[in-house]
């Protein structure tokens, strides 16, 4: 009889540098004031609440920008293969 492993659990790989920052997204706030409009990136998680202007101590809305993301092949709508 084979005897059983005890610990098949076996630590993550990382890939991270040593010393780098833990991966969170970036992103862009926008102040809700007409007159100030500034606009700056923070590396925070989705869940936390936007942080004030800079500028003027304001509130911010997160910005939605532009995505690499391209469906490729045939199949989607674009290509017409639907």
């Known amino acids: 009889m084979?005897?059983?492993?005890?610990?098949?659990?076996?630590?993550?790989?990382?890939t991270q540098k040593e010393g780098a920052v833990n991966a969170?997204?970036?992103y862009v706030f926008k102040c809700k004031k007409e007159e100030c409009g500034e606009t700056h990136n923070k590396i925070q998680k989705y869940e936390d609440a936007p942080p004030p202007c800079p500028?003027?101590?304001?509130?911010?809305?997160?910005?939605?920008?532009q995505t690499s993301f391209v469906l490729k092949g045939s199949g989607w709508f674009k290509t017409g293969g639907y």
């Open 55 to 65: 500028k003027c101590q304001g509130e911010t809305e997160r910005v939605l920008g």
């Open 24 to 26: 969170m997204p970036m």
């Open 2 to 14: 084979k005897p059983l492993r005890k610990n098949l659990r076996r630590e993550p790989k990382t």
